[in-house]
């Protein structure tokens, strides 16, 4: 058990519910920061010690407002993120720039927001949710790779600036995970079984994968790991080769 504090955006719905819940287990005061005020709402009346935080990453004043409301995390999970599918140059500019918005701006605002109240408090940790598309592109991903992309290289960077300060800096990379905005591509048997079968582990992923993951970087036993993107795949990105027909 820990007496430490945690803030979670998009915690509302999928991995980011997920790893609130186990916070709350581990005894992390838990913030739950997202737009969807009755999912949030519903999300936070089965967790012990949450506190909801209605806020739009991509909204200074409102992020401001929540962490004025909570105060000063010992760490922050920026997980907030969505996916607009479709080829890239058919893709709307519109919806380019809403998922830039909040999967890439979106997490500079939170980070920016609350790095500055962890230089005050003495230091902290900040976790981006990237993604293997991080990696590697997704046919028909749109905007999404290019800003999982950028929210790993703004966590490293962050991890250089903000060393001195005490703060740590790290980024998941799920990949195929059976929860949140890729559960509806599951429910179809044949493309899980297809997806399960191309992990070199042999399964799909799950949130309590993701949310492990969280807990250790976030623990003792990870307290020398900053700058790092922790893919969490089950092997599937190394697997290029191995999919390849052969005699
Ligand atoms: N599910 C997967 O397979 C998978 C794989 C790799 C990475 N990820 C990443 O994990 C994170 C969580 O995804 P998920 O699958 O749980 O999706 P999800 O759609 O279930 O949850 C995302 C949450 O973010 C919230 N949100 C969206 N825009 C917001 C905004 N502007 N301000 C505040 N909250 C906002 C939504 O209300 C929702 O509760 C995302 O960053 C996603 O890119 C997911």
Partial sequence: ???????????????????????????????????????????????ANSEVLVADVT??????????????????????????????????????????????????????EGAHRMKQAGGGHIINMSSINSRTPGPGAGAYPATKAGVTQMARQLAIELGDANIRVNAIAPGFIDAGMSAPIYEDEKVRNKRAGAVPSGRLGTADDIAAAVLYLDSDAGSYVNGHELVIDGGVVHSLLAQLPRD
Wanted: aromatic share 6%; hydrophobic share 40%; net charge negative.
């Fill in 59 to 112: 909204r200074p004043g409102e992020v401001e407002a929540a962490f004025d409301q909570f105060g000063t995390p010992d760490t922050i999970v920026n997980n907030a993120g969505i996916v607009r599918f479709g080829p890239l140059i058919e893709q709307s500019v519109e919806d380019f720039i809403q998922t830039v918005n909040i999967n890439l701006i979106g997490t500079y605002i939170v980070s920016r």
């Fill in 1 to 47: 058990m820990n007496d430490k504090s945690i803030l979670i955006t998009g915690a509302a719905n999928g991995i980011g519910k997920t790893i609130a819940e186990h916070c709350s287990r581990a005894g992390y005061r838990v913030g739950l920061l997202d737009m969807n005020e009755k999912a949030l709402r519903e999300t936070a009346s089965n967790l």
